[in-house]
Nanobody, 125 residues
Framework: QVQLVESGGGSVQAGDSLRLSCVAS????????MAWFRQAPGKEREFVAA????????NYADSQKGRFTISRDSAKNTVYLQMGTLTPEDTAVYYC??????????????????WGQGTQVTVSS
């Protein structure tokens, strides 16, 4: 079983940047594709970005592709989401997710087996 712990969320002003981190437990981190999803109040959980198990392939939602960057550090069992030029529409709880069955960075939430508890990101104007 994999445990995921997100951190780095907070309250910022529009135009600011944040870097979210997700630390995974276990010794098989390098075998898992990782992803970030978010959920705003009253909305469904939404795909943000994903990265393949080997870190060589990434996938972004169109709305975040030019502003967000996902990366991973196998030595630290950590995946990051660097978020730039934040806007109020980015306000949400951001969740880290992991899956082993499929190594590609799919955007389908149903493909991910493990989920963190989430970290709140609030962007004010």
């Amino acid at each position: 079983q994999v445990q995921l712990v997100e951190s780095g969320g907070g309250s910022v002003q529009a135009g600011d940047s944040l870097r979210l981190s997700c630390v995974a437990s276990g010794r098989t981190f390098s075998l898992y594709a990782m992803a970030w999803f978010r959920q705003a109040p009253g909305k469904e959980r939404e795909f943000v970005a994903a990265i393949s198990a080997n870190g060589k392939n990434t996938n972004y939602a169109d709305s975040q592709k030019g502003r967000f960057t996902i990366s991973r550090d196998s030595a630290k069992n950590t995946v990051y989401l660097q978020m730039g030029t934040l806007t109020p529409e980015d306000t949400a709880v951001y969740y880290c997710a992991a899956q082993l069955r499929i190594g590609v960075p799919t955007s389908n939430a149903n493909s991910y087996t493990y989920w963190g508890q989430g970290t709140q990101v609030t962007v004010s104007s």
